[in-house]
């Protein structure tokens, strides 16, 4: 079904921004296909509005990882009479205790990153991230990656269409991991010290 998804029908669209709103939601709550193929479209096509653009997907987004973390902690109540039963729930208190000390930054990575930003808000619900945390973390990364596609096609218009396709997955996979290995040394010397 996604590989026939032809973002030109949705493009043309008088509905065109509520289908990038959804989009964006969805994508953030449960479906792992980036918004970029209908966000890059619009806008090349309507540059005068950039920056209301990029304010919708984030917007989108913010409410999309609000529904993925309410998934991901309903999933975490069905979970804990099975792990208690189990025997395991000690460990699993054990697992979430150590994601607390992360959450934040994972999502701030991953939700700045082009990986599937669901798979992280329906985890940090399931192991009982702080949702405040959560939500703030995709609002910042979110409207920072957005932004930055908007503000790039805004400067250059369609011609920088093919350097952002060509460049950003490695741009963002790269200041992801550099932001994660730099909270983690950091974390690491205020452990050891």
């Known amino acids: 079904m996604l590989a026939s998804f032809k973002p030109s029908l949705f493009v043309h669209s008088p509905r065109a921004e509520s289908y990038l709103f959804l989009l964006a939601a969805f994508e953030a709550a449960f479906l792992p296909v980036g918004i970029e193929m209908l966000l890059i479209p619009l806008l090349i096509l309507s540059p005068e509005k950039t920056a209301r653009l990029a304010l919708i997907a984030t917007a989108g987004a913010v409410c999309g990882a609000i529904g993925g973390f309410i998934l991901g902690a ?19 208190q054990g697992v979430q205790t150590f994601y607390a000390d992360f959450d934040a930054v994972v999502v701030l990575s ?36 957005y932004g930055f596609i908007a503000w790039i096609l805004w400067r250059g218009g369609a011609r920088q269409q093919e350097w952002l396709e060509r460049n950003f997955f490695a741009m963002t996979m790269v200041a992801s991991l550099a932001l994660l290995v730099t909270f983690v040394f950091v974390k690491y010397l205020i452990m050891v010290s």
């Open 110 to 145: 991953t939700a700045f990153s082009p990986l599937p930003l669901s798979v992280v808000t329906i985890g940090s619900g399931v192991l009982g991230a702080d949702p405040a945390q959560v939500v703030m973390a995709c609002l910042i990364a979110r409207a920072a990656r």
């Open 74 to 92: 309903l999933l975490n109540v069905l979970m804990t009479p099975g792990l208690s039963a189990l025997g395991w729930l000690t460990a699993w």
